[in-house]
């Protein structure tokens, strides 16, 4: 049966012949939404440590978290090749021949790693990082991930994010120049977004050159002010089934072109305060497929292709 949706997974498959998984470090780098050069106390939604797997952390060395996670996702998945995934704060955000050295020494760590993929602001790609990161990419697969979160200015004031649409937007301009694929990810229901609203984030993402996506739901976490106001004063969150229908209407808008990393936010069960759904990470994707089937439906059906060009294709042509 043909797939309903395009997921990472089997494209990296096609693109890399073999199974290939993410492997996450940490840089010990900082983010400038918390030290003070844009402002304080970082978005109101994060708290990193909800996202960490275990072993990873910037007390070892980059080899060593590396060579660790490769021996654990090649032990336990038969992953036969690996991205480094530099996930934690903001990993651009550092003078460029230390970010050089870095990622070197991750892309050196094993020969089974394949490529980079570096989640970062779009405030912290200057041009000089960006042209290193393409002399890296002459032979690696090397990604960029930014976080947009919100396709609207007022929800990003609002979550202390400390940079406006506008930057994403010239940050993604500089980087497509730069023929590096781009991924970014987006948050889904913030309270005060109406479902109208946040079901216009595909047709804006269709109309910027994107390669991958990462979709989350609005997860409420432990130690950050989203988490404090809402204890304070519970607000609505996306239920279970609420989650599955309009996830399935997301994709129905969304370009077939932009490759789907995520379709659903994740926090451990000790820093997640709501919505609790209690699924295992397989049964909410098996049950967004059988929304699809039941629907006879599929990525793009109900698009506004506002951007043609297949922007996948339009990066590896030169493979
Ligand atoms: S979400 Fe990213 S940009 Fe925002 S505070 Fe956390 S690390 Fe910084």
């Known amino acids: 049966m043909p797939a309903r949706y395009t997921a990472y997974g089997p494209w990296l498959r ?52 590396v060579q660790k996670g490769i ?10 090749k690996f991205l480094v995934y530099w996930q934690h704060y903001t990993n651009t955000y550092g003078p460029v021949d230390l970010l050089r050295r870095l990622f070197v020494r ?15 602001r779009a405030d912290c790609v200057e041009d000089e990082k960006l042209e290193m990161l393409q002399d890296l ?15 609207y200015d007022s929800t990003l004031a609002r979550l202390n994010r400390g940079h406006d649409r506008s930057c994403f937007e010239d940050a993604v301009r500089r980087t497509r ?26 047709d804006y993402l269709n109309s910027q050159p994107i390669d991958f996506l990462k979709i989350h739901h609005l997860h409420v976490v432990k130690h950050t002010a989203l988490g ?14 609420e989650w599955i229908c309009f996830v399935c209407n997301f994709l129905e808008r969304l370009s077939p072109h932009i490759v789907v990393q995520r379709l659903y936010g994740w926090a451990p069960d000790q820093d997640l305060i709501a919505p609790k759904w209690g699924k295992a990470k397989a049964v909410i994707l098996r049950d967004i497929e059988q929304e699809l089937e039941r629907r006879n439906s599929w990525q ?6 506002v951007n043609p060009v297949n922007p996948v294709e339009k990066v590896f042509r030169q493979d």
């Not at 120049?177 to 309270?191: A, E, Y």
Request: aromatic content about 12%; charged content about 20%; hydrophobic content about 30%.
């Open 14 to 65: 096609n693109k890399f012949g073999g199974r290939v998984y993410k492997v996450s470090v940490d840089g010990g780098f900082t983010c400038p939404n918390r030290d003070g050069s844009v402002a304080r106390g970082g978005c109101t939604y994060c708290n990193n440590d909800s996202f960490r797997a275990t072993g990873v952390s910037a007390r070892h060395s980059v080899e060593d978290q």
């Open 228 to 241: 404090r106001e809402y204890l304070a004063d519970p607000f609505w969150t996306f239920s279970y089934p």
């Open 177 to 202: 120049k730069r023929g590096l694929p781009i991924c970014t990810h987006v948050i889904l229901g913030f309270p005060w977004e109406t479902r109208e609203q946040m079901l216009s984030y595909p």
């Open 137 to 151: 990419a002459q032979t690696h697969f090397i990604t960029l991930e930014y976080g947009l979160e919100s396709i």
């Open 300 to 305: 793009g059906k109900d698009p506004n292709p």
């Open 106 to 120: 991750s892309l050196e760590a094993d020969e089974r790693v394949v490529g980079l993929s570096i989640g970062t």
């Open 71 to 80: 021996a654990f996702l090649s032990n336990r998945y038969q992953a036969e």
